[in-house]
């Protein structure tokens, strides 16, 4: 039986996330771990500990052992949550796949059986929205991809994916940082991670929406969208516009799901914002008097 890591990767921790934390944990398969995959920059390791369990840093400050920053993306978010992966992977060596899913993804049906679907998938990647460079020649991010200097390869070979839910296998992991070590690869994970894995042989497929990477019989099952346009709109899993609430129709993914600017969407409770309140008021006062 293959194990499976589950990183829940977020920089919150109020109820909304806690709750889909605790349902992603409630359903998956007896050989799915799932980890709070958090922002260390943003939450302490006290805080993750007492309230989400079993736990592990993003990687904030060592990913670029595993991923050389490119030009147009040099911090960590957005672009290098492959260079976060690869940290992950040295930290969690022991597991055979390895699904990475961001806190504003949704599925509306049970995790068990979607994580089951693939159970016998041999796919090094799988991802969503995979395209390629001449189906989408204006996507905005294909700038930031940096060829090592001895590859050559060709547009028609560069490929683009949507990774807000993403498995890789331990094969694509190795492949990733040997290549990024030995070769220097560099550009946001949507272009560059199944741009090197397909140029090294990998196998990659798209869980389940449209284009020429989904499998027969798998075409719209787990989300649908428009994979040719910059937004991915319309659809149930999009880059943008965010959505409230998940849509009514069962098991689907549905991304992203939450308020934009969170100010009323994750917060732990309102005891903590009226005393931010009254605090913020009093030194007002204290310094009235000064």
């Known amino acids: 039986m293959k194990r499976n890591a589950v990183l829940f990767s977020s920089h919150l921790l109020g109820e909304t996330v806690l709750a889909r934390l605790q349902k992603l944990r ?12 958090y922002d260390e920059t943003r939450l302490s390791e006290a805080e993750v500990s007492r309230r989400a369990g079993q736990a592990l840093p993003h990687g904030s400050h060592d990913w670029p052992q595993y991923k050389r920053p490119c ?22 060596p022991a597991y055979d796949n390895y699904w990475y899913l961001e806190y504003d993804v949704v599925y509306s049906g049970d995790w068990k059986s979607f994580f089951q679907s693939f159970a016998g998938n ?34 028609q ?31 946001h994970s949507e272009c560059v991670v199944p741009t090197v894995l397909t140029y090294r042989g990998l196998r990659i497929e798209d869980i389940g929406g449209d284009g020429e990477f989904v ?32 849509g009514p129709e069962p098991d689907l993914l549905w991304h992203p799901v939450k308020d934009t600017d969170h100010s009323t969407w ?24 000064v």
Not at 26 to 37: G, I, L, Q, S, W
Not at 159 to 183: G, M
Not at 266 to 289: A, K
């Open 215 to 246: 499998p027969p019989g798998r075409e719209n099952r787990y989300y649908r969208n428009n994979w040719l346009d910059k937004s991915l709109t319309p659809g149930t899993f999009v880059f943008r516009p965010a959505m409230t609430a998940p």
């Open 71 to 92: 030009r147009y993306f040099p911090d960590k978010i957005p672009g290098n949550e492959d260079g976060m992966l690869l940290s992950a992977f040295h930290r969690l």
């Open 157 to 187: 070979q560069w490929l683009r994916s949507f990774n807000p839910i993403v498995r890789f296998s331990r094969a694509a992991l190795e492949t990733l940082a040997s290549e990024y070590r030995e070769h220097r690869w560099a550009g």
């Open 122 to 155: 041999t796919a090094d990647l799988l991802s969503t929205s995979i395209a390629r460079h001449d189906r989408i020649p204006d996507w905005p991010l294909w700038k930031s991809l940096e060829l090592p200097d001895e590859v050559e390869l060709p547009q």
């Open 266 to 289: 994750d917060r732990t409770s309102e005891q903590p914002t009226l005393l931010s309140g009254r605090l913020r008021d009093l030194l007002r006062r204290l310094s009235g008097r």
């Open 26 to 37: 409630a359903e998956v398969p007896e050989d799915h771990d799932v980890f709070f995959y």
